[in-house]
């Protein structure tokens, strides 16, 4: 295996994310995507609210996984601005590599506020036990969603 290399995303990496994206919610469907073009449609609207807070990871050139983070994130249960992350993936193949937390720990640099917010799916179990291991701790339910936060 190459090197990890995390790096702030592009509107030209838009294009691979997608695929991404689809791949990596296999098995939990329920918290993705319906198909390829709500994935596009959902990925450009993450990117066109905070660009700057796209990034990246990728080994031999391939990207291998995303985070899209928000510096800007207004929370209705924090009653204050907060960071929050949209999405974070890695594809199947490289997970167990580090690469969740390096792009995890780059979010947290680029967002500076002081807690920072997720949401995830409830059945996510994976996800809620990676995020809890980093800090995170479960808040609010909403639907098949919970709320889980980090203060720095």
């Given amino acids: 295996m190459g090197e990890i290399v995390i790096r702030r995303g592009t509107r030209k990496d838009l294009a691979k994310i997608p695929e991404i994206l689809m791949e990596s919610y296999k098995g939990i469907e329920e918290y993705g995507e319906e198909n390829i073009d709500k994935a596009r449609k959902y990925i450009e609207d993450l ?19 995303f985070i899209f983070c928000n510096r800007f ?12 992350i949209h999405e974070i993936v890695v594809l199947p193949s490289h ?7 390096l792009l995890i720990d780059t979010a947290i640099k680029e967002l500076g506020a002081g ?9 996510n179990e994976k ?4 995020y809890e291991k980093l800090g995170f701790e479960k808040k609010e339910t909403a639907g098949k969603w919970i709320r889980m936060v980090m203060r720095k």
């Fill in 95 to 101: 997970r167990h590599e580090g690469i969740g937390k």
């Fill in 73 to 84: 994130w207004y929370s209705k249960f924090e009653h204050s601005r907060v960071g929050a």
């Fill in 127 to 130: 996800a809620i036990k990676f």
């Fill in 115 to 123: 807690k920072v917010e997720l949401w995830v799916g409830e059945k």
């Fill in 47 to 65: 990117y066109e609210e905070d660009p700057e807070c796209f990034f990246v990871a990728e080994i031999d050139g391939e990207i291998v996984g």
